[in-house]
C-alpha cells in the first residue's frame, strides 16, 4: 500500500466507490469495503469507518464497537509502519446490509461534498512521517472509549468525529484539519473522563 505522502484525494470519490458497492449486492463485508479502497493511503482506513459510525447505521448495537476494533486494528499497524493492512477473518468477514449502508451514507454524502470544498494540502509536515505514528496511537486511545460510551445513545459519535478528522486530514494531505483531530481528541477524552467518573 502506499504510504500516506501520496496525494491528496477527494473524499467523495472515495464514499461514492463504497455506495456503488453496495447498490450491486445485497450484504457488504468488511473484506468488501477494503477491497473497494484499495491500494491508498491511510487516511480512508480512519475515515470510512467513522463516517458510517456517525451515520444512522452508528445506531445499530454493536457497530460502534466492531467499528472501534477495525479502527484500532488498523492503527496498530500505522503504528508500526505497515504498508499493508490485515484484517483477521472473523471480522473481515462481518457484514451489513446493504440498504442500510447506502442509505446511511447518502445521508451524509452532502457533509462530504461540503468538506471536500474545504480540506486542501496545506501544513503538509502534520500529516506524514512521525504524526502519522501520533495520529495512530491518539486514534488507538479514541477508539478503546468507545465500547463503554456505547451504553449512552449515540455518546460513541464524539470520538468518531475526531477520528474523522484524522482521517479527513490524512486523505487530504491536510495537516490543518489533523491538528483540529489532536485538539478534538483532548476533548473527547477530557469528556469521557468526565462521563465515567460522574465529575
Excluded at 469495503?33 to 470510512?48: K, T, W
Excluded at 500505522?78 to 451514507?105: C, E, N, T, Y
Excluded at 504524526?131 to 449512552?152: D, G, K, N
Excluded at 486530514?169 to 485538539?183: I, P, Q
Aim: aromatic share 6%; glycine share 10%.
Amino acid at each position: 500500500m502506499p504510504s500516506s505522502e501520496q496525494g491528496e484525494q477527494r473524499l467523495e470519490e472515495v464514499l461514492d466507490n463504497v455506495i456503488e458497492l453496495g447498490r450491486s449486492r445485497e450484504s457488504i463485508s468488511v473484506g468488501d469495503i477494503q477491497a473497494c479502497i484499495g491500494p491508498r493511503s491511510y487516511g480512508p482506513f480512519l475515515f470510512l469507518p467513522a463516517l458510517v459510525e456517525i451515520s444512522p447505521v452508528g445506531g445499530i448495537p454493536g457497530v460502534p464497537t466492531l467499528l472501534a476494533l477495525l479502527v484500532s486494528i488498523f492503527c496498530v499497524q500505522m503504528a508500526l509502519g505497515r504498508q499493508r493492512f490485515w484484517i483477521p477473518h472473523v471480522l473481515r468477514d462481518r457484514s451489513l446490509h446493504s440498504d442500510k449502508l447506502v442509505k446511511g451514507l447518502q445521508k451524509v454524502r452532502p457533509l462530504v461534498r461540503w468538506l471536500d470544498r474545504l480540506v486542501r494540502p496545506r501544513l503538509g509536515w502534520a500529516a506524514r512521517g512521525a504524526f502519522v505514528r501520533l495520529i495512530a496511537l491518539a486514534c488507538l486511545l479514541l477508539a478503546c472509549t468507545v465500547p463503554p460510551l456505547e451504553l449512552v445513545p449515540f455518546a460513541s459519535s464524539a470520538p468518531f468525529a475526531a477520528i474523522c478528522l484524522f482521517g479527513l486530514g490524512l486523505t487530504a494531505r491536510d495537516g490543518l484539519v489533523v491538528l483540529l483531530g489532536l485538539l478534538a481528541s483532548g476533548g473527547t477524552v477530557y469528556l469521557v473522563l468526565s462521563m465515567l467518573t460522574g465529575s
